[in-house]
């Protein structure tokens, strides 16, 4: 095509994929010879305000009208589906709550610990958690973060920064054609490792202790004949003096 065509073919063009087009074959008709430096230049200028005249026109709705028309038939304003919105607690002061405790529970050594925020410490809490109760953390980001009252972001930045450091290994469990299964989080830190074995003694610990504080069946039979021995040596009361001792069979004497 020559200058005035190219012309009269921007000037009716609606598409920036278009317009991409005629500046390639503009510049390549140039590098032939077959347009001159004016032509080019007059060409690229004409072609630079017909794109900011369609970036305003170039949707949808005008490149594909019958896409448009099914999402308005929806009730949809789009046809592309809405943007997830991030996950909010709907108790924040509760979440906060969380969070302080959790890292304030002491989920690693404090060395290791001065690396993290209290947000990435409340997540890690959860993953030293799952991995003594399972012996790696197979949770999803999403349930690490609602257990630990912190938001996804947090979570995975926790995670990221302790692989970093060396403290865990991240498995992705990647399936074609179908979602992703949750990733498997392994403590690999000895230090840590053996914080979260000793944490476990210690509660163990605690639950037997209690059991052995609260009330329980005495282990040994109730000696009923010593009762006996009670009750028939019983005086009444009427043939006691004022300052008569009863003995007991235990040995202890007893005012009466």
């Known amino acids: 095509m020559n200058s005035l065509e190219f012309l009269?073919?921007?000037?009716?063009?609606?598409s920036l994929s278009t317009l991409d087009g005629y500046a390639r074959a503009i510049w390549a008709d140039w590098g032939e010879g077959r347009l001159t430096d004016e032509q080019a230049s007059a060409l690229a200028e004409a072609l630079e305000a017909?794109?900011?005249?369609?970036?305003?026109?170039?949707?949808?709705?005008?490149?594909?009208?019958?896409?448009?028309?099914?999402?308005?038939?929806?009730?949809?304003?789009?046809?592309?589906?809405?943007?997830?919105?991030a996950a909010r607690s709907p108790e924040r002061r509760a979440s906060i709550e969380r969070r302080r405790t959790l890292a304030a529970s002491g989920p690693m050594p404090p060395r290791l610990a001065s690396r993290f925020t209290t947000g990435e410490l409340a997540a890690l809490r959860i993953v030293a958690d799952a991995t003594r109760e399972r012996g790696a953390c197979?949770?999803?980001?999403?349930?690490?973060?609602?257990?630990?009252?912190?938001?996804?972001?947090?979570?995975?930045?926790?995670?990221?920064?302790?692989?970093?450091?060396?403290?865990?290994?991240?498995?992705?469990?990647?399936?074609?054609?179908?979602?992703?299964?949750?990733?498997?989080?392994?403590?690999?830190?000895?230090?840590?490792?053996?914080?979260?074995?000793r944490s476990a003694k210690r509660k163990a610990q605690a639950r037997g202790g209690s059991a052995e504080r609260g009330g329980c069946k005495k282990a040994r039979a109730t000696d009923k004949g010593s009762c006996r021995t009670l009750h028939r040596d019983r005086v009444p009361r009427g043939r006691l003096s004022k300052n008569a001792l009863l003995e007991t069979p235990n040995g202890v004497s007893l005012r009466t």
């Open 138 to 197: 197979f949770l999803t980001l999403g349930e690490i973060a609602a257990r630990a009252g912190v938001c996804i972001t947090t979570a995975r930045n926790a995670l990221r920064m302790a692989a970093r450091e060396g403290l865990v290994t991240i498995e992705e469990r990647r399936r074609d054609k179908r979602p992703n299964l949750a990733n498997v989080v392994r403590v690999v830190s000895r230090e840590w490792k053996t914080w979260i074995e």
């Open 50 to 85: 017909r794109k900011r005249e369609v970036r305003g026109i170039d949707t949808v709705a005008h490149r594909a009208p019958q896409v448009a028309a099914l999402a308005k038939g929806e009730g949809r304003p789009s046809h592309f589906p809405p943007k997830r919105k």
């Open 8 to 14: 009269t073919a921007i000037g009716g063009t609606k």
